[in-house]
Nanobody, 119 residues
Framework: QVQLVESGGGFVQAGGSLRLSCAAS?????????MGWYRQAPGKQRDLVAV???????NYADSVKGRFTISRDNAKNTVYLQMTSLKPEDTAVYYC????????????WGQGTQVTVSS
């Protein structure tokens, strides 16, 4: 069954903003070691964008610090990625990920949502 459902991608001009959402099942939201966002541009590897880590900490890629903000709504089992001051190099497919490293371990990916930033 689908564990992570993403929404919110789209087309935006440079300097614009978008917000991505990732809705998870309740069992995931209460048990993950890390949950957040990765992205993959054409011909490139999938890279971390922003994640929540165990204990509520956050980790951001240097390229998005100060522009992107990860947040969560525990009542809705949803993680968000607010993206501002978007640049063409932010163009990629954005994936939600939830991972648990200890038994019962899991590593779930969302279906991906396209973000395209025009110059």
């Amino acid at each position: 069954q689908v564990q992570l459902v993403e929404s919110g991608g789209g087309f935006v001009q440079a300097g614009g903003s978008l917000r991505l959402s990732c809705a998870a099942s309740g069992s995931i939201f209460s048990s993950f070691n890390a949950m957040g966002w990765y992205r993959q541009a054409p011909g490139k590897q999938r890279d971390l964008v922003a994640v929540f880590t165990t204990g509520g900490g956050t980790n951001y890629a240097d390229s998005v610090k100060g522009r992107f903000t990860i947040s969560r709504d525990n009542a809705k089992n949803t993680v968000y990625l607010q993206m501002t001051s978007l640049k063409p190099e932010d163009t990629a497919v954005y994936y939600c990920n939830a991972r648990r490293d200890f038994y019962p371990s899991y590593n779930y990916w969302g279906q991906g949502t396209q973000v395209t930033v025009s110059s």
